[in-house]
């Protein structure tokens, strides 16, 4: 009788304990983390365009920064596998720094720390057909095609 006693002490704690700690098990062994994959940037001399596919459909989030910090951020709750996060303005021919992560649910990925260097600023278009008009002691007018 003792014994049965005890065994049924034992069984009840046992099932609370299922009942409380079930769903926790259960997430974790169903919990889906996106895979980030082939992760690119395009630099401009103000702007960059970093994208990235993942596994599953999840956000997307960019942080980056001058230094390892990455401390800006730009992201996009609409969920996708195919990731595209503009940057800007940048500064032209600068070191940065980045890195990615992606959420599907609470469930997130990261990557580690990227870097690129914006590009120079563009050579400005050639002028054709100049011509000067008006001059002036404190002045003169420019006129081209």
């Avoid at 919990?31 to 999840?58: C, F, G, L, R, Y």
């Amino acid at each position: 009788m003792k014994y049965k006693k005890e065994a049924l002490k034992f069984i009840a704690l046992f099932c609370i304990e299922l009942i409380v700690l079930l769903p926790f098990y259960i997430s974790d062994v169903y919990a889906v983390q996106p895979v980030i994959s082939n992760i690119k940037v395009m630099p401009a001399h103000n702007s960059a365009e970093v994208t990235w596919e993942t596994d599953i459909p999840s956000t997307s989030a960019v942080n980056y920064g001058k230094n390892s910090y990455v401390e800006l951020s730009r992201t996009s709750s609409q969920v996708s596998t195919q990731h595209l996060i503009g940057l800007g303005p940048l500064i032209k021919n600068l070191h940065y720094y980045f890195k990615v992560k992606s959420c599907s649910g609470s469930d997130c990925s990261g990557s580690g720390i990227s870097d690129f260097r914006t590009t120079a600023a563009p050579a400005p278009s050639k002028i054709m057909g100049l011509d000067n008009g008006i001059i002036t002691p404190r002045s003169i007018e420019l006129k081209w095609d």
